[in-house]
């Protein structure tokens, strides 16, 4: 009976505060207005070990212990599986060559951004009175910014895919992967000289860049065969343990490898992502994305002390402050150097401003080691997690401000049709705008991703631009015509067109001139669509291939197929079609 009784469940206590707080609490505090992020950070507050215990040791002889959760630090390692969650989805929706076509902005404007920045706050530490080791440990902890809480703002706005999403989500990327020479940099303050620091420093990063490489290159090999011997048996409860399986390997192996463990998971996401897989996976892993990111929320709040708060305001403003401002200003600048819109500069600036959790995880190293002073770093930490919440509460506002500044600058620009003056950066070229041409312009509009149209019918360019719409007399086959329109930083040209051989000819052009940018086509049939391939066309749209499929999977529906089953069926079979397309358009004689 004695052995009994010792076992018990580990983090049971734990597990059950986290579903009250999920379950009832923040539910309670959405009635008041109180967005989700928030909600858990306060009731993360209120159970953490700076909470209500502090208050009194029970409420009608109920012992609040019971109601506080102690153990932090182990609640924070199981929270961490959220954000690794989070970034496999995120992968998973990306795709690598889409991530490729980012790289200016992730290694470029991301790379520049934590270099600069930790020089500035270590500046900025030396100035407060810090000596330069824990200066220089502090400056580089702080240049990273929550991954958690912007990326998932953005996904509850519905505006990831937005231009300022991307470059937000570009310099976030870029930080997790700095997660590894940040931390280098802080341990070894501790220890050895400059050379040993900078040869480990080296092979860290050579084994890093080794264990991305082949995650990318062999993951889809290695991993896939997995996913598709357990998808062969039917079962979803095997699928799902499969899927759990290849996610927290990765995550396990570029955690070995010195990465950040989300990294590893936004890896595996990529080489998942426009496979058989990605959907059943998507549904999948939705739900444990969303409990356990609820869990790091909540142990974020666990962090923040109030009892520091209120007997060090003053010194927390000053932080918070400091650092959100050093950070707004860089981000800022460099957005702009990086030809990125005024508003977008401004809102990726303030969005990126606070403290990130990945910093808590260098002060603690910092800590530990002795780098950085036990109060300086109770400081930060606290600092760390009233950031986080007040960038909650003022995404909103932040949107609102750069909505404003958005508007200012389209009064700004001229109604004459002038391409030179009138073309973002960072957009997408619609080549002819009738129906299907609208129909993808109000698409990117809904999403905020800016767009610019090229259509030869002058009555068509008048009525559009009466609408204020960014459609322009020209012809996407003249390559000055592109040059005015920005085709260097475009994400992408879609071809729209009625007729098959200008749609055509406007594809070989595009690939003569030597331009780069994915091309998607509309086909009348499947020799077209062959021919476009052959061309170099990234993507073909079948018209008739594609309204077939939506039929059919309403059809499916209607015969009492369940939804994810119909559309899973309708996706291999759209993986089919594309699949015989490319394969004819490399079977087909040059020059026929």
């Known amino acids: 009976?004695?052995?009994?009784?010792?076992?018990?469940?580990?983090?049971?206590?734990?597990?059950?505060?986290?579903?009250?707080?999920?379950?009832?609490?923040?539910?309670?505090?959405?009635?008041?207005?109180?967005?989700?992020?928030l909600g858990y950070l306060i009731a993360g507050i209120a159970v953490g070990p700076y909470g209500i215990i502090h208050l009194t040791d029970d409420i009608f002889g109920v012992p609040l212990a019971l109601f506080t959760i102690t153990d932090t630090e182990g609640v924070r390692q199981i929270a961490e599986l959220g954000v690794v969650f989070l970034l496999f989805l995120i992968g998973l929706e990306l795709s690598a060559p889409r991530l490729w076509a980012m790289r200016?902005?992730?290694?470029?404007?991301?790379?520049?951004?934590?270099?600069?920045?930790?020089?500035?706050?270590?500046?900025?530490?030396?100035?407060?009175?810090?000596?330069?080791?824990?200066?220089?440990?502090?400056?580089?902890?702080?240049?990273?910014?929550?991954?958690?809480?912007?990326v998932q703002l953005l996904i509850g706005a519905g505006r990831l895919a937005s231009p300022s999403g991307q470059v937000m989500f570009s310099i976030l990327l870029m930080q997790d992967i700095a997660v590894v020479p940040v931390l280098l940099v802080i341990g070894s303050m501790a220890g050895a000289g400059d050379t040993s620091v900078l040869m480990h420093l080296a092979k860290s990063l050579a084994l890093a860049a080794a264990m991305i490489t082949a995650i990318l290159l062999a993951?889809?090999?290695?991993?896939?065969?997995?996913?598709?011997?357990?998808?062969?048996?039917?079962?979803?409860?095997?699928?799902t343990a499969a899927a759990l399986l290849v996610i927290l390997a990765t995550a396990e192996l570029t955690s070995m490898a010195g990465l950040s463990m989300a990294l590893g998971a936004f890896l595996a996401g990529l080489v998942f992502a426009d496979t058989e897989f990605s959907h059943q996976l998507e549904v999948e892993?939705?739900?444990?994305?969303?409990?356990?990111?609820?869990?790091?929320?909540?142990?974020?709040?666990?962090?923040?002390?109030?009892?520091?708060v209120l007997e060090q305001p003053l010194t927390l403003l000053a932080i918070i402050t400091v650092v959100s401002l050093i950070k707004a200003v860089i981000i800022t600048v460099l957005a702009l150097a990086f030809r990125q819109p005024l508003a977008?500069?401004?809102?990726?600036?303030?969005?990126?401003?606070?403290?990130?959790?990945?910093?808590?995880?260098?002060?603690?190293?910092?800590?530990?080691?002795?780098?950085?002073?036990?109060?300086?770093?109770?400081?930060?930490?606290?600092?760390?997690?009233?950031?986080?919440?007040?960038?909650?509460?003022?995404?909103?506002?932040?949107?609102?401000?750069?909505?404003?500044?958005?508007?200012?600058?389209?009064?700004?620009?001229?109604?004459?049709?002038?391409?030179?003056?009138?073309a973002p950066d960072?957009?997408?070229?619609?080549?002819?705008?009738?129906?299907?041409?609208?129909?993808i312009g109000a698409l990117?509009?809904?999403?905020?991703?800016?767009?610019?149209?090229?259509?030869?019918?002058?009555?068509?360019?008048?009525?559009?631009?009466?609408?204020?719409?960014?459609?322009?007399?020209?012809?996407?086959?003249?390559?000055?015509?592109?040059?005015?329109?920005?085709?260097?930083?475009?994400?992408?040209?879609?071809?729209?067109?009625?007729?098959?051989?200008?749609?055509?000819?406007?594809?070989?052009?595009?690939?003569?001139?030597?331009?780069?940018?994915?091309?998607?086509?509309?086909?009348?049939?499947?020799?077209?669509?062959?021919?476009?391939?052959?061309?170099?066309?990234?993507?073909?749209v079948l018209e008739a291939f594609e309204a077939s499929l939506q039929m059919g999977e309403e059809t499916l529906v209607a015969i009492g197929f369940p939804r994810d089953a119909a559309h899973s069926i309708i996706e291999e079979r759209r993986d089919t079609g594309r699949r015989d397309l490319a394969n004819a358009a490399l079977s087909r004689p040059e020059g026929s």
């Open 1 to 37: 009976m004695e052995g009994e009784a010792s076992h018990t469940v580990p983090y049971i206590k734990e597990a059950t505060i986290f579903l009250v707080s999920a379950g009832i609490v923040v539910p309670i505090l959405q009635r008041f207005g109180i967005n989700t992020i």
């Open 104 to 150: 200016r902005l992730v290694f470029g404007l991301g790379g520049l951004q934590v270099v600069v920045t930790a020089v500035a706050l270590t500046g900025a530490g030396l100035a407060a009175g810090l000596q330069l080791e824990p200066a220089v440990a502090v400056g580089a902890a702080l240049a990273l910014s929550s991954t958690a809480i912007v």
């Open 219 to 239: 993951g889809r090999r290695v991993l896939a065969p997995v996913l598709r011997f357990t998808g062969a048996r039917q079962d979803r409860d095997m699928f």
């Open 285 to 308: 892993i939705a739900p444990f994305k969303g409990l356990l990111l609820g869990l790091f929320f909540l142990s974020v709040g666990m962090t923040i002390d109030p009892g520091v």
């Open 344 to 422: 977008v500069a401004v809102e990726s600036g303030l969005m990126l401003a606070q403290i990130g959790e990945f910093s808590l995880v260098g002060l603690s190293l910092a800590y530990t080691l002795g780098v950085v002073p036990s109060d300086v770093a109770k400081l930060l930490v606290v600092s760390a997690g009233v950031a986080m919440a007040l960038t909650t509460a003022s995404s909103g506002l932040i949107h609102r401000l750069t909505e404003r500044l958005v508007s200012t600058n389209r009064e700004a620009v001229p109604s004459a049709a002038s391409l030179g003056t009138g």
């Open 426 to 439: 960072d957009h997408v070229i619609i080549a002819g705008f009738g129906r299907i041409g609208r129909s």
């Open 444 to 540: 990117l509009d809904a999403h905020r991703i800016p767009y610019l149209a090229l259509e030869m019918n002058s009555r068509a360019v008048t009525q559009a631009r009466s609408k204020d719409l960014p459609v322009y007399f020209g012809d996407v086959r003249r390559l000055d015509v592109l040059q005015n329109a920005h085709v260097s930083t475009a994400r992408a040209i879609i071809l729209t067109m009625d007729s098959p051989a200008a749609n055509a000819d406007a594809v070989r052009h595009l690939r003569q001139a030597g331009l780069t940018v994915p091309v998607i086509v509309r086909a009348r049939d499947t020799s077209n669509a062959s021919e476009l391939y052959a061309l170099g066309a990234d993507e073909v």
